[in-house]
């Protein structure tokens, strides 16, 4: 299966922060790359899938890039909404692999 | 809209098996896989395996292979996912989660907390 390191854990951030989150692959997955957002107690929530592609009403803050092994999310300037915790999925040859998660703490 | 609902919270004792369900609606059940996927506490998200809402074929994820067994019942537009052989590892929250075959997971049930205690 297909191994995915996501760094940092944790990121100490302030709003108004460009914040950004990456994703390592053990074994290329082209662009078969998402990420997601989730807050305490709740399912998480696409944000961005094949890599680079915004999922609809997500705002424009957020970007993905990569290719490869290597992947990542930014934030362009953090907003108060986006305390919260960010997973990548690995989604190639039909078999699936989330990275451990970075959360955003204040 | 879709939507995807599961079961209520479960109580097992260890080495008991639970079966959670995730009805589907707003979309063609046929035409989407769903996903499962768990959450233990503090723990990142597991893949868990996915079935084909068409034809019912099914890939697992390893780890779950042969304690974990995905189902659908296209009449009910709704997915199973049983677990066997419960440990207090299991103890966790279980999500379901549709996708267009090979694509990003982008639908989600609310999430069923299984919990595994003598």
């Known amino acids: 299966d297909v191994q995915m390191t996501q760094s940092p854990s944790t990121l100490s951030v302030s709003v108004g922060d460009r914040v950004t989150i990456t994703c390592r692959a053990s074994?290329?997955?082209?662009?078969?790359l998402a990420w997601y957002q989730q807050k305490p107690g709740q399912a998480p929530t696409l944000l961005i899938y094949?890599?680079?592609n915004l999922e609809s009403g997500v705002p424009s803050r957020f970007s993905g890039s990569g290719s490869g092994t290597e992947f990542t999310l930014t934030i362009s300037s953090l907003q108060p909404d986006d305390f919260a915790t960010y997973h990548c999925l690995q989604y190639s040859s039909n078999m699936y692999t989330f990275g451990q998660g970075t959360k955003l703490e204040i | 809209q879709v939507q995807l609902v599961q079961s209520g919270a479960e109580v097992k004792k260890p080495g008991a098996s639970v079966k959670v369900s995730c009805r589907a609606s707003?979309?063609?059940?046929?035409?989407?896989?769903v996903h499962w996927v768990r959450q233990a506490p503090g723990q990142r998200l597991e893949w868990m395996g996915w079935?084909?809402?068409?034809?019912?074929?099914?890939k697992y994820s390893q780890k779950f292979q042969g304690r974990v067994t995905i189902t659908r019942d296209t009449s009910a537009s709704t997915a199973y996912m049983e677990v066997s052989s419960l440990r207090s590892e299991d103890t966790a929250v279980y999500y379901c989660?549709?996708?267009?075959?090979?694509?990003?997971?982008?639908?989600w049930g609310q999430g069923t907390l299984v919990t595994v205690s003598s």
């Open positions: 079935i084909n809402g068409g034809d019912g074929g099914t």
């Open positions: 707003g979309y063609t059940f046929n035409t989407y896989a």
């Open positions: 074994q290329s997955i082209s662009s078969w």
């Open positions: 094949d890599v680079s």
């Open positions: 989660a549709s996708a267009s075959y090979g694509t990003a997971l982008d639908y």
